[in-house]
T-cell receptor, first 115, second 112 residues
Framework: GENVEQHPSTLSVQEGDSAVIKCTYS??????FPWYKQELGKRPQLIID?????GEKKDQRIAVTLNKTAKHFSLHITETQPEDSAVYFC??????????????FGKGTKLSVIP | EAGVTQSPTHLIKTRGQQATLRCSPI?????VYWYQQALGLGLQFLLW???????NRGNFPPRFSGRQFPNYSSELNVNALELEDSALYLC???????????FGPGTRLTVT
């Protein structure tokens, strides 16, 4: 089965700096890579995702890059703000053309943005 | 559009009892996934239901079971509760050919 490694487990940055979280996956058939943000006491929320036919995707201050050859993908947050403080989870899955899919999650990164 | 809902919010049981947790997916979503999130830990996959069928289960004992109803809602049953079953149980739903899984608020199960 799929195995997803996520680093670092904790990350502290100054407000306004950038944060980068990296994940590697094991199954070369994986083709869908979402990122979730979980604030304390709340549900995980999908913040951005990328499919394997795309190398990079950006949404305002958040971007995700994918390197299929190396089997790793990264989340980049620029101009961090205190409200970015949360636990971030990466995930990977294989999807069929017309079917649903199952996600394998990394263990999470606790991001703290220091004002 | 209403999100994924779960009930109850909190559930307190004693060791050996049974717990039943419920989930209603987003309208139009046919797949329901259950995850266990123990304190300070990540998301551990429990079960996946689609079109009323169990499609896959994670590395959990058989006392974790569930079902999906014709309206795509789902319930998770945990029999013979153990102290280590105390966790947040999250349900997520997705569409066939969907873009992502969307989570409910979770049920906090405490076993004493």
């Amino acid at each position: 089965g799929e195995n997803v490694e996520q680093h670092p487990s904790t990350l502290s940055v100054q407000e306004g700096d950038s944060a980068v979280i990296k994940c590697t996956y094991s199954d070369s058939a994986s083709n869908y890579f979402p990122w979730y943000k979980q604030e304390l006491g709340k549900r995980p929320q999908l913040i951005i995702d990328i499919r394997s036919n795309v190398g990079e995707k950006k949404d305002q201050r958040i971007a995700v890059t994918l390197n299929k050859t190396a089997k790793h993908f990264s989340l980049h947050i620029t101009e961090t703000q205190p409200e970015d403080s949360a636990v971030y989870f990466c995930a990977a899955s294989w999807t069929s053309g017309a079917g649903s899919y199952q996600l394998t999650f990394g263990k999470g990164t606790k991001l703290s943005v220091i004002p | 559009e209403a999100g994924v809902t779960q009930s109850p919010t909190h559930l307190i049981k004693t060791r050996g009892q049974q717990a039943t947790l419920r989930c209603s997916p987003i309208s139009g979503h046919t797949s329901v996934y259950w995850y266990q999130q123990a304190l300070g830990l990540g998301l551990q996959f429990l079960l996946w239901y689609d079109e009323g069928e169990e499609r896959n289960r994670g590395n959990f004992p058989p006392r974790f079971s569930g079902r999906q109803f014709p309206n795509y809602s789902s319930e998770l049953n945990v029999n013979a509760l153990e102290l280590e079953d105390s966790a947040l149980y999250l349900c997520a739903s997705s569409q066939l050919q969907g873009k992502g899984q969307y989570f409910g608020p979770g049920t906090r199960l405490t076993v004493t």
